[in-house]
């Protein structure tokens, strides 16, 4: 590539650790990734469950107490948070991925985003059938 | 006509005598209808000859004046003063080399993009005598708003995942290497697969959306690059779960 103007162009270091620090655009894309760590932690106790269940009847007790205890209420309150803001930030993005083209025209995202939550609901009574 | 005094903070730097650089204040009586391009050419004119920055066009066409302006990324022919307070910080664009003032070394963007073979690449050679080829306003529209970009690097100054890792080819490059593999007359995408659909490539992107906010010509390269990530994993399930489905 062409000659160089000068001889020593002067590099502005990025910090590796803080670079999103106070750089609201930043803070939120940090937010949006950190919240994958509330699934992380539910599949925990999914497992947790399954082990209580599968250790009998008194096992499978404690666990429903644990979970009926305020720190198990507090947990799956933060969860829930944490999961509905991933979840929100992750579809408010789909238009941009998964774009529309009807004719000449896009589909508007609202409409693309409206589905997922569509979606959303749909799988959230299934779950909810099962269970009842 | 309504006149301001604004203290316009400049980051000044010499490589010839400066070991780094350093924030140089002027006085400049800006009028109400300016733009950030138009104090900067004031204190050129009539203040201070030595400042170095790049433009051209004065009306966001030719991406030359990029520059990082209270810190964020804005071109500085459509930043209005009114629309700042009476101080306002001009920096040269973020994770660019300084070259000189607010003029940034930007051999390392240009070569990115020359490596995406940015033009058309025709499905078929066609002699001139057998026409042009045609697109349907349909088929045009589906690539159009990638056609928008002015290669003003705003987005690389955004992209935190550009100055972090200084290999990755960037969202303008890649935004408009989908430009070309959306445009129905064009057969080049395999050989732009390979620079694109790489680890530098796409992968190395987070999706953290800052290009598509700054952008000034609303290209949206952060979506382009999902389209791109989307398209090069249905690529691979189809070479290694389905092998005989052409691509
Ligand atoms: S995609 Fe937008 S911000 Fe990036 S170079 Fe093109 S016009 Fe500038
Ligand atoms: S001077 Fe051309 S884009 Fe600003």
Redesign the pocket.
């Given at each position: 590539m062409g000659e160089e103007m000068s001889s020593k162009p002067y590099i502005r270091e990025i910090s590796k650790t803080n670079w999103f620090y106070g750089q609201p655009r930043y803070m939120r894309y940090m937010a949006r990734e950190v919240t994958c760590i509330f699934i992380f932690a539910y599949t925990f106790l999914l497992i947790w469950a399954l082990r209580a269940l599968a250790n009998g009847p008194e096992a499978y007790q404690a666990f429903l107490a644990a979970l009926n205890s305020p720190l198990g209420i507090l947990f799956n309150l933060a969860v829930l948070v944490g999961v509905v803001y991933h979840s929100i930030s992750w579809f408010s993005l789909t238009p941009q991925a998964m774009p529309l083209q009807r004719g000449e025209e896009f589909v508007p995202g609202n409409l693309i985003i409206g589905a997922h939550y569509g979606g959303w609901a749909v799988v959230s009574l299934i779950v909810l059938f099962l269970g009842v | 006509m309504s006149e301001r005094q604004i203290q316009l903070e400049v980051l000044r730097y010499n490589p010839e005598t400066d070991s780094e650089p350093r924030l140089q204040t002027y006085s400049v009586p800006c009028l109400n209808e300016w733009v950030v391009?138009d104090a900067l050419n004031y204190v050129k004119d009539n203040l201070d000859t030595t400042l170095s920055y790049r433009?051209?066009?004065?009306?966001?066409?030719?991406?030359?004046?990029g520059m990082m302006i209270n810190g964020e990324p804005k071109?500085?022919?459509?930043a209005f003063i009114r629309e700042y307070a009476d101080q306002i910080r001009v920096e040269p664009l973020a994770n660019f080399p300084i070259e000189r003032d607010l003029v940034t070394a930007v051999e390392d963007f240009i070569a990115k993009l020359a490596s995406v073979k940015p033009y058309l690449i025709p499905k078929e050679d066609k002699p001139i005598e057998a026409g042009e080829f045609k697109q349907t306003p349909t088929e045009l529209k589906k690539y159009k708003q990638y056609t928008l970009c002015?290669n003003?690097m705003l987005c690389y100054a955004a992209c935190p995942q550009y100055g972090l890792v200084p290999e990755f080819l960037g969202p303008a490059a890649i935004a408009l290497a989908h430009r070309y593999n959306q445009d129905s007359r064009d057969g080049g995408r395999d050989q732009r697969q390979e620079v694109i659909a790489s680890h530098e490539g796409v992968w190395e992107c987070s999706f953290v959306g800052a290009c598509s906010e700054v952008c000034p010509k609303h290209v949206d390269p952060a979506g382009a690059l999902q389209q791109v990530k989307i398209a090069s994993t249905i690529d691979w399930y189809k070479e290694h779960l389905m092998p005989w489905v052409k691509k």
């Open positions: - | 391009l433009w051209s066009c004065h009306m966001a066409v030719c991406g030359s004046c071109l500085a022919c459509k002015i003003c």
